[in-house]
């Protein structure tokens, strides 16, 4: 089992940006794809980004194709993804979990709302 503990969402208007950062726990994090997803009221959990465990590749939905970007830090155990041109539809609790996603290791997520 891996913890995971999200930071960095917020309130932020329309076309603005936000990182969020994924702390992971344990050494063997550096073995895992990892992937960030998010649910929005009232609907299911999606995946948004991953990101394989050397960090050469990376996937998108393609609703944040080319305003998001996944990336990883293996020396500090940490994932992050940087937001950009940022759309109300983006609101939503975000996670980062392994991919495919362990239930045991979903953490508590961070907030992004997106409204002016």
């Known amino acids: 089992q891996v913890q995971l503990v999200e930071s960095g969402g917020g309130l932020v208007q329309p076309g603005g940006s936000l990182r969020l950062s994924c702390a992971a726990s344990?050494?063997?994090?550096?073995?895992?794809?990892m992937g960030w997803y998010r649910q929005a009221p009232g609907k299911q959990r999606e995946s948004v980004a991953s990101i394989t465990s050397g960090g050469r590749t990376t996937n998108y939905a393609d609703s944040v194709k080319g305003r998001f970007t996944i990336s990883r830090d293996s020396a500090k155990n940490t994932v992050y993804l940087h937001m950009s041109s940022l759309k109300p539809e983006d609101t939503a609790v975000y996670y980062c979990?392994?991919?495919?996603?362990?239930?045991?290791?979903w953490g508590q997520g961070t907030q992004v709302t997106v409204s002016s």
């Open positions: 979990n392994r991919v495919p996603p362990s239930d045991l290791d």
């Open positions: 344990g050494s063997i994090f550096r073995l895992y794809a």
